[in-house]
């Protein structure tokens, strides 16, 4: 008897076969062999997944849902959490997601009660659900068990499976010799780490895994600056981030080459000795010879041929042609040709420089910018837009530039040579709208310059630059090529006439750049930045009309003017004094919550569709004295969101004999009626109204 009870004791654990989950097979191992009466060992749970597939991390990132364990234990036992291993990074078209492929096993703490009874056997089971991916993502589960011995002291290790979850423990990011800050600056965060592992060749590889999948914007590079004593990370901030309450720290994994630590950085300064001594520095980036100068010598040629073929790339081809247009009226002038050919080369280099100087500047503060990085600028978007759409109405014939600008732009139909400055402006406005494009052998060219230092990365934006200024140079000191096109003649007018629409089309893919920024204040500024843009062109053109005919112009260059200074100031509305105040969406019972509560709140009923709410919040309700105020006095800020229909918002508004929106309620702190506030606001208005709510005079 005594020796039936010594063998169940060290009986090896007994597991179901693996279950078949589709395109992964899942088991429950143990680490141990059994388990001792208030004793604890390590289980895991094994998958073998089908080559080509995978499963995901705690944070599975852009997409995908993590694997889970819905545990049923006997009376008195418990489970720990997973202990996730760091995860692969997989990239998925715009998507990045984090998980795991073949084989990989998912330790859990499992600690037995003090009551277990040596020589009896638990039943563990467990719901495994996994989102198993590939090209397309299929859910699946598997109900798994493991029946584990229980002796007088723990068994001895497994030996088929005590290696690999010992591996997979000691791998696995733990707290580790490192300190971490988070620093917001502007739109984007720097996380700084200091400490030994820091400091190590795996540093290079540095990449930062957090746990809320809404803390960063995953798909984006995580730019790394070494430092003496540790590394700086910058990263793109996720919409955890844009809301009104940030995360006062990031949690997550930093994985440096080998080795990955748990890190949580709080945000503040950043930490002394985490950077300033530059990207490390990147052989790979350009396939080529060992030497700096073999690497040199191919990202010259790589940017060459890159800025050829930025020639065929949608965003430019509005420009050349236009420009190509206006070669023809020289083509039988060789010598006025070549001026406009090098005037062009020298305005497309030129412009490059002067982006690469600015790309590499704000990389060294820190900034995580990259080529095109001017079109994340909404300013930078509008003026290009409207720039764009002046240079469209001027082709279409509603205005000629005048007497002291037609050289300059050269798009009067009767002009007889273009200007030098012109020829350099539309190789910088090229080069402008060429900013997001990216063309087969510009990418690595790029990366590569990146990577070092001001002087030999300015020489491969040099190569880019004459890259794509070759065609059309090459073209104007070509006199056979240019003895082959037609003489001037009335079909260039009509010609000139079909290139509008292009730049039409280049005017509205800018518009729907910005779109996608989500700013729909923004989007409504610049439309009617657009329209009024084009009044101002058509009164410019009624005036130069007037002049030839010999009537008074004045009235025209008024209209125009005040129309171009609304234009300008609707696009480059300033955000300077603007205050982001935390708001939360309106719902009756949270606010009848907040007024039992005996706090002041306002609400304001909007929609992204009526223009006197969006004037409002904007003049009024942006500013730093209203922030300050309710900050003061305590007020809740609440929106009514009525862009969709709503039935809560309606019933609200019928309330107060209100038909739409606005309209802009303060509740007291002390109970009562709201105060229903006019339709037009002031900052003045709701700040008295913030302090009468909090019962102040």
Same mark, same amino acid.
């Given at each position: 008897?005594?020796?039936?009870?010594?063998?169940?004791?060290?009986?090896?654990?007994?597991?179901?076969?693996?279950?078949?989950?589709?395109?992964?097979?899942?088991?429950?191992?143990?680490?141990?062999?059994?388990?001792?009466?208030?004793?604890?060992?390590?289980?895991?749970?094994?998958?073998?997944?089908?080559?080509?597939?995978?499963?995901?991390?705690?944070?599975?990132?852009?997409?995908?849902?993590?694997?889970?364990?819905?545990?049923?234990?006997?009376?008195?036992?418990?489970?720990?959490?997973?202990?996730?291993?760091?995860?692969?990074?997989?990239?998925?078209?715009?998507?990045?997601?984090?998980?795991?492929?073949?084989?990989?096993?998912?330790?859990?703490?499992?600690?037995?009660?003090?009551?277990?009874?040596?020589?009896?056997?638990?039943?563990?089971?467990?719901?495994?659900?996994?989102?198993?991916?590939?090209?397309?993502?299929?859910?699946?589960?598997?109900?798994?068990?493991?029946?584990?011995?229980?002796?007088?002291?723990?068994?001895?290790?497994?030996?088929?499976?005590?290696?690999?979850?010992?591996?997979?423990?000691?791998?696995?990011?733990?707290?580790?010799?490192?300190?971490?800050?988070?620093?917001?600056?502007?739109?984007?965060?720097?996380?700084?780490?200091?400490?030994?592992?820091?400091?190590?060749?795996?540093?290079?590889?540095?990449?930062?895994?957090?746990?809320?999948?809404?803390?960063?914007?995953?798909?984006?590079?995580?730019?790394?600056?070494?430092?003496?004593?540790?590394?700086?990370?910058?990263?793109?901030?996720?919409?955890?981030?844009?809301?009104?309450?940030?995360?006062?720290?990031?949690?997550?994994?930093?994985?440096?080459?080998?080795?990955?630590?748990?890190?949580?950085?709080?945000? =503040?300064?950043? /930490?002394?000795?985490?950077? *300033?001594?530059? #990207?490390? &520095? +990147?052989?790979? %980036? !350009?396939? $080529? @010879?060992?030497?700096?100068?073999?690497?040199?010598?191919?990202?010259?040629?790589?940017?060459?041929?890159?800025?050829?073929?930025?020639?065929?790339?949608?965003?430019?081809?509005?420009?050349?042609?236009?420009?190509?247009?206006?070669?023809?009226?020289?083509?039988?002038?060789?010598?006025?040709?070549?001026?406009?050919?090098?005037?062009?080369?020298?305005?497309?280099?030129?412009?490059?420089?002067?982006?690469?100087?600015?790309?590499?500047?704000?990389?060294?503060?820190?900034?995580?910018?990259?080529?095109?990085?001017?079109?994340?600028?909404?300013?930078?978007?509008?003026?290009?837009?409207?720039?764009?759409?002046?240079?469209?109405?001027?082709?279409?014939?509603?205005?000629?530039? =005048?007497?002291? /600008?037609?050289?300059?732009? *050269?798009?009067? #139909?009767? &002009? +007889?040579?273009? %200007? !030098?400055? $012109? @020829?350099?402006?539309?190789?910088?406005?090229?080069?402008?709208?060429?900013?997001?494009?990216?063309?087969?052998?510009?990418?690595?060219?790029?990366?590569?310059?990146?990577?070092?230092?001001?002087?030999?990365?300015?020489?491969?934006?040099?190569?880019?630059?004459?890259?794509?200024?070759?065609?059309?140079?090459?073209?104007?000191?070509?006199?056979?090529?240019?003895?082959?096109?037609?003489?001037?003649?009335?079909?260039?007018?009509?010609?000139?006439?079909?290139?509008?629409?292009?730049?039409?089309?280049?005017?509205?893919?800018?518009?729907?750049?910005?779109?996608?920024?989500?700013?729909?204040?923004?989007?409504?500024?610049?439309?009617?930045?657009?329209?009024?843009?084009?009044?101002?062109?058509?009164?410019?053109?009624?005036?130069?009309?007037?002049?030839?005919?010999?009537?008074?112009?004045?009235? $025209?260059?008024?209209?125009?003017?005040?129309?171009?200074?609304?234009?300008?100031?609707?696009?480059?509305?300033?955000?300077?004094?603007?205050?982001?105040?935390?708001?939360?969406?309106?719902?009756?019972?949270?606010?009848?919550?907040?007024?039992?509560?005996?706090?002041?709140?306002?609400?304001?009923?909007?929609?992204?569709?009526?223009?006197?709410?969006?004037?409002?919040?904007?003049?009024?309700?942006?500013?730093?004295?209203?922030?300050?105020?309710?900050?003061?006095?305590?007020?809740?800020?609440?929106?009514?969101?009525?862009?969709?229909?709503?039935?809560?918002?309606?019933?609200?508004?019928?309330?107060?004999?209100?038909?739409?929106?606005?309209?802009?309620?303060?509740?007291?702190?002390?109970?009562?009626?709201?105060?229903?506030?006019?339709?037009?606001?002031?900052?003045?208005?709701?700040?008295?109204?913030?302090?009468?709510?909090?019962?102040?005079?």
């Amino acid at each position: 008897m005594l020796l039936a009870g010594l063998a169940l004791a060290w009986a090896a654990p007994t597991a179901a076969a693996p279950v078949n989950a589709g395109h992964l097979q899942a088991e429950l191992v143990a680490q141990q062999t059994a388990i001792a009466p208030g004793g604890v060992i390590h289980l895991a749970l094994r998958q073998t997944i089908e080559p080509g597939w995978h499963t995901y991390w705690r944070n599975p990132g852009d997409s995908g849902e993590a694997t889970t364990l819905s545990w049923t234990l006997p009376p008195g036992w418990r489970a720990g959490d997973i202990v996730w291993p760091t995860p692969q990074r997989m990239r998925t078209g715009p998507l990045m997601d984090y998980g795991y492929t073949g084989q990989v096993l998912l330790p859990v703490t499992i600690a037995a009660p003090a009551s277990a009874r040596p020589g009896q056997a638990a039943t563990l089971q467990a719901l495994a659900e996994f989102l198993v991916c590939k090209d397309i993502c299929v859910p699946a589960e598997a109900r798994l068990s493991l029946v584990l011995p229980v002796a007088a002291r723990t068994g001895p290790p497994d030996p088929t499976w005590d290696p690999a979850i010992a591996r997979a423990l000691a791998e696995a990011p733990r707290p580790g010799p490192l300190k971490a800050s988070l620093t917001l600056m502007g739109q984007s965060l720097r996380l700084s780490i200091v400490g030994a592992p820091a400091t190590g060749p795996g540093r290079d590889q540095a990449y930062f895994f957090p746990y809320d999948s809404a803390a960063i914007d995953h798909a984006q590079p995580q730019s790394i600056d070494r430092g003496r004593a540790g590394l700086t990370l910058t990263l793109t901030p996720g919409s955890a981030f844009k809301s009104g309450r940030p995360p006062s720290s990031l949690t997550g994994v930093i994985s440096l080459g080998n080795r990955a630590y748990e890190i949580t950085a709080p945000v =503040g300064p950043p /930490l002394t000795g985490a950077g *300033g001594l530059g #990207p490390p &520095a +990147s052989a790979a %980036s !350009v396939a $080529g @010879g060992g030497g700096i100068a073999g690497r040199l010598g191919v990202a010259v040629a790589f940017a060459f041929l890159g800025g050829l073929i930025l020639n065929l790339m949608p965003c430019v081809f509005p420009i050349l042609s236009m420009k190509a247009a206006a070669l023809t009226r020289h083509a039988h002038h060789p010598g006025e040709a070549r001026i406009q050919g090098l005037a062009f080369a020298f305005g497309v280099v030129a412009t490059f420089l002067v982006l690469a100087g600015l790309l590499i500047a704000a990389r060294a503060a820190g900034q995580a910018v990259g080529w095109g990085f001017q079109l994340q600028s909404p300013i930078v978007l509008a003026l290009l837009s409207l720039l764009m759409l002046l240079v469209a109405l001027n082709l279409s014939g509603v205005f000629e530039v =005048g007497a002291g /600008l037609q050289a300059l732009a *050269g798009q009067a #139909p009767g &002009a +007889s040579h273009e %200007s !030098v400055l $012109g @020829g350099i402006l539309t190789g910088a406005l090229s080069v402008a709208v060429a900013a997001p494009c990216s063309a087969p052998f510009m990418a690595s060219a790029v990366g590569f310059a990146l990577t070092q230092g001001p002087i030999l990365a300015l020489v491969v934006f040099v190569a880019l630059g004459l890259g794509m200024a070759a065609p059309f140079t090459v073209l104007a000191f070509a006199p056979g090529l240019l003895a082959r096109l037609p003489k001037p003649g009335a079909w260039m007018d009509g010609l000139r006439k079909v290139l509008a629409f292009p730049m039409y089309a280049t005017s509205a893919w800018l518009l729907w750049v910005l779109a996608l920024r989500g700013d729909p204040t923004k989007l409504a500024e610049l439309l009617a930045a657009l329209v009024l843009t084009a009044f101002a062109a058509w009164a410019y053109g009624v005036a130069q009309r007037a002049r030839i005919e010999g009537r008074p112009p004045w009235a $025209g260059f008024g209209a125009a003017g005040l129309a171009a200074a609304f234009a300008l100031a609707a696009a480059v509305w300033p955000e300077a004094g603007a205050a982001e105040i935390a708001a939360q969406p309106y719902a009756p019972a949270t606010l009848e919550a907040l007024r039992a509560e005996g706090k002041p709140v306002f609400v304001n009923f909007t929609a992204a569709w009526c223009v006197t709410c969006q004037v409002n919040e904007r003049v009024a309700l942006s500013g730093r004295a209203v922030a300050r105020a309710f900050q003061r006095d305590g007020v809740v800020y609440m929106v009514g969101d009525w862009t969709k229909r709503d039935a809560d918002i309606a019933q609200a508004l019928g309330d107060h004999g209100r038909a739409g929106v606005p309209l802009y309620l303060m509740y007291g702190a002390g109970g009562g009626d709201a105060e229903v506030l006019p339709q037009i606001l002031t900052e003045a208005l709701v700040v008295k109204a913030a302090d009468r709510a909090a019962g102040k005079s």
